[in-house]
């Protein structure tokens, strides 16, 4: 982890390293890429508030706060635009000192000197937040197997009755302005 200035780095020297102090603040910053995946998360560029409280304890700072963010995609079923709000509780220790295990050190946060990186937490949040399957309503019926058409704009939608595989090649017949001539006698 290296951290470097940006709206979501914090400085925690004010604070100190006395258990006990705290800090309260109010962020406002954008979303640098993506949180999410492909099909469903929070756009790029979009603004985030943030209330944020900064707690010194024993071994690092405990960073708690709130925020709602919207997440913007598209169904799983029919593919129509899909924009849901979420409401979000962080709390994360970032701890003094790197820890010397790799292992524990991949899963910890840590500062670098004062510094302290909020973003991989609130991304982490936003995506374990985020629905597996977006819907745009819990009863969206998709789209229509045959010809893509959005079900739900036209519940009625049918395409008649299914032709037998084994006959399909009569429709062909039918489809063409083909004319057959019976046998002459």
Not at 9 to 28: F, Q
């Amino acid at each position: 982890m290296s951290v470097q200035t940006g709206p979501w780095v914090i400085d925690t020297h004010e604070l100190g390293r006395r258990p006990g102090h705290e800090r309260t603040y109010h962020l406002r910053a954008t979303v640098p890429a993506q949180w999410g995946y492909d099909v469903f998360g929070v756009p790029e560029g979009s603004e985030v508030d943030l209330e944020l409280r900064l707690e010194a304890v024993m071994d690092g700072v405990l960073a708690t706060g709130s925020t709602t963010v919207t997440a913007t995609g598209e169904c799983v079923r029919c593919l129509e635009q899909v924009e849901e709000d979420l409401d979000l509780e962080i709390q994360e220790l970032y701890l003094y000192d790197r820890p010397s295990d790799e292992e524990e050190a991949e899963e910890t946060q840590w500062l670098e000197g004062d510094l302290l990186d909020l973003e991989p937490t609130l991304r982490d949040a936003v995506v374990f937040a985020l629905p597996h399957h977006p819907l745009c309503d819990p009863d969206c019926p998709g789209l229509c197997p045959d010809c893509g058409a959005r079900i739900a704009d036209d519940p009625d939608h049918t395409h008649g009755a299914a032709v037998d595989p084994r006959w399909s090649a009569l429709t062909t017949l039918i489809d063409s302005d083909t004319v057959i001539e019976e046998p002459k006698e």
